[in-house]
């Protein structure tokens, strides 16, 4: 599925316009990254947690020319699926 697909998948489900509905899930994408950005975490209770991980600096190589080259520490978004997510799925 794709961002249009779920856009229309939310206005049918909650009786909106495709407008509205593309300007929520805006709003909660805008949220979630606004969140993210301040090292906060975002908890949907059943559906999810989104968070920043912190990847260590570390050595790795091109694999074209097989040279050694450092890859630099970065903050990296991270989600876990929550339960009823879980239970879902399986």
């Known amino acids: 599925m794709n961002k249009t697909e779920l856009i229309d998948h939310i206005a049918t489900s ?46 790795g190589r091109n694999p074209r020319t097989k040279e050694e080259i450092t890859i630099e520490a970065a903050k990296v978004p991270k989600f876990k699926a929550g339960k009823a997510l879980k239970d879902a799925v399986n």
């Open 14 to 59: 909650a009786d909106i316009s495709k407008a509205a509905a593309a300007r929520a899930l805006d709003a909660v994408i805008d949220g979630v990254t606004t969140t993210l950005q301040k090292n906060d975490s975002v908890t949907l209770v059943g559906f999810g947690t989104f968070s920043v991980s912190e990847r260590a600096a570390r050595t």
